[in-house]
């Protein structure tokens, strides 16, 4: 979680130069313009979970010393008792594999320039443009869809283990204000499913309450200081799935100038299509 410029939410560490080279389509003011939404979509997910997986990759081991160096580096999380967080960190692991297989998918449709060919065969994408926002953030999350399931109180028949990826992004040069959700179509159900029933908060908390990738403008940040919003949000950002995502939660980072009506939830989700 991050405190600076909007311009700079893309730049994650982790790549080196010429892996950075895949991205100059998103980044690249000449090159955006002919990007699509949905193709920077899809290397802006990307981007977000090979990062996500280069971050827990290199925390792996029950005494590994990076561990123990990342928790004590981070304010946030050195402020809980050790053996809580580190944890909290290992359980994460578990999802190693889950995202190195969605990341090895991800590179079947991406080649070392970053042209994309169609991978639309095997991705799901829904995405709003939020026009009527001036957003102060920016945040990508990398979902598991069992925690997502039981948020949102819905029966799996499923069981994937393939992740979902979500994003609330500023506009940037021609590309919009964006909501957006991918994932393969293992769970285009989920897909579905986010875009039939996002709302306003909905879609805050979906992202911010799993974001491990969040930066802010400066001056939002601050207001959301002395507003007490942001102590709120920390206190449930790691219990999401306790709490009703339809619902404010006592932080409003979209200015609610969404619709936030709750919707009726389904409770069984029958159909992948």
Known sequence: MMNRVLKKATVFPGFCKKHDAIFESIENKNLIKNTSIEDYIFLYSYRALVNEYWLLNSLTGKNNNKLSEFIKGNPRLSAYP????EKSIQANFDSLDNYKGMKMKFEKYIDE?????????????TYSKLDMLSLEFAATAIVNRSKLVKAIGIVDNFNTKVPICVGILPEYENIPNLFFAISTKDNSD???FINTYKNGFFIQNLVVLNSQNI?????????KIRSGEFEKFEKI?????NV?????LGFDFLSNQLENKKSHLKNILSSGK
């Open 244 to 248: 009703d995502l339809f619902e404010c």
């Open 113 to 125: 320039r970053g042209a994309l060919s169609d991978y639309s065969s095997d991705f799901k994408i």
């Open 215 to 223: 930066v802010f403008a400066p001056e939002f940040y601050d207001r």
């Open 237 to 241: 950002r790691n219990n999401f799935t």
């Open 190 to 192: 989920i897909i579905n």
């Open 82 to 85: 050790h053996d809580m967080v």
